[in-house]
């Protein structure tokens, strides 16, 4: 899983911004808000993926011997 991480981040952010694009042409404000509102979660997901990226870089055994 750990390898995939990055891809993983950069998809959060893509749809994140497609959820802000589809928000900004909603015909209803609660389409709107709904679109914001998954825009707000993927990027939530984005920052909980960056945060365990940092945590195993920060984990990983040291390889100075």
């Given at each position: ?8 981040i ?15 042409l909603?015909?209803t ?6 679109y914001?509102n998954m825009e707000r ?5 984005a920052?909980g993926?960056e945060?365990a990226d940092?945590?195993s870089?920060h984990?990983?055994?040291s390889?100075?011997?």
């Amino acid at each position: 899983m750990l390898q995939n991480l990055n891809i993983d981040i950069r998809d959060c952010y893509l749809l994140a911004e497609q959820c802000r694009q589809w928000a900004e042409l909603a015909p209803t404000p609660s389409a709107k808000t709904r679109y914001l509102n998954m825009e707000r979660r993927w990027l939530s997901l984005a920052h909980g993926y960056e945060f365990a990226d940092r945590l195993s870089d920060h984990t990983a055994p040291s390889t100075c011997g």
